[in-house]
T-cell receptor, first 113, second 112 residues
Framework: DTAVSQTPKYLVTQMGNDKSIKCEQN?????MYWYKQDSKKFLKIMFS???????INETVPNRFSPKSPDKAHLNLHINSLELGDSAVYFC????????????FGPGTRLLVL | AQSVTQLGSHVSVSEGALVLLRCNYS??????LFWYVQYPNQGLQLLLK??????LVKGINGFEAEFKKSETSFHLTKPSAHMSDAAEYFC??????????FGRGTSLIVHP
């Protein structure tokens, strides 16, 4: 029974294309996140939603647009893909709170050619 | 403000040897501290966390970490490494922000 799931697992596309990644959690959490992990494994927070409201929006190009249709789903749409967008994108969820554990999805490996 | 420093991007040990992964943090308020592990081609999962109370925290797979306020450290240890421990390990701190700050990760390599 997968707690945090992402689709697709792999995404290979050409520069300039638009793509979406979907995330769903069945843990009943109120907060969801998108992270980007680069080739050196550095993990960077991109966005965070709490109860469908955007609460964290780090310095990310506006080609990236998150959408949360409900508390259990958080999608990421990327316009005009660039080579530098190649990375692994992780969705995560948690309850709101400093002591709360984050639960990560398996990741989406994006390769832009 | 909060930050994490993980000393050593790679740590190499022999199977059966002690594992020590170092983490130092900075926080303007009493911190909550986490260690996450990432196995190849997987997402991160929690190993252990410190919130309040006992400063020696035990986690899964025989790992433990000790919160030392005076040293602002939260080092991760395991008495005897196993081949299956080979993974990327991330230390994280929640200080003033509920969003944790992650360290840059330490890759643990286990030799037979």
């Amino acid at each position: 029974d997968t707690a945090v799931s992402q689709t697709p697992k792999y995404l290979v596309t050409q520069m300039g294309n638009d793509k979406s990644i979907k995330c769903e959690q069945n843990l009943g959490h109120d907060t969801m996140y998108w992270y980007k992990q680069d080739s050196k494994k550095f993990l960077k927070i991109m966005f965070s939603y709490n109860n469908k409201e955007l609460i964290i929006n780090e310095t990310v190009p506006n080609r990236f647009s998150p959408k949360s249709p409900d508390k259990a789903h958080l999608n990421l749409h990327i316009n005009s893909l660039e080579l530098g967008d190649s990375a692994v994108y992780f969705c995560a969820s948690s309850q709101m709170g400093r002591e709360e554990t984050q639960y990560f999805g398996p990741g989406t490996r994006l390769l832009v050619l | 403000a909060q930050s994490v420093t993980q000393l050593g991007s790679h740590v190499s040990v022999s199977e059966g040897a002690l594992v020590l992964l170092r983490c130092n943090y900075s926080s303007s308020v009493p911190p909550y501290l986490f260690w996450y592990v990432q196995y190849p081609n997987q997402g991160l999962q929690l190993l252990l966390k410190y919130t309040t109370g006992a400063t020696l925290v035990k986690g899964i797979n025989g790992f433990e970490a000790e919160f030392k306020k005076s040293e602002t450290s939260f080092h991760l240890t395991k008495p005897s490494a196993h081949m299956s421990d080979a993974a990327e390990y991330f230390c994280a701190v929640s200080g003033g922000s509920y969003i944790p700050t992650f360290g840059r990760g330490t890759s643990l390599i286990v030799h037979p």
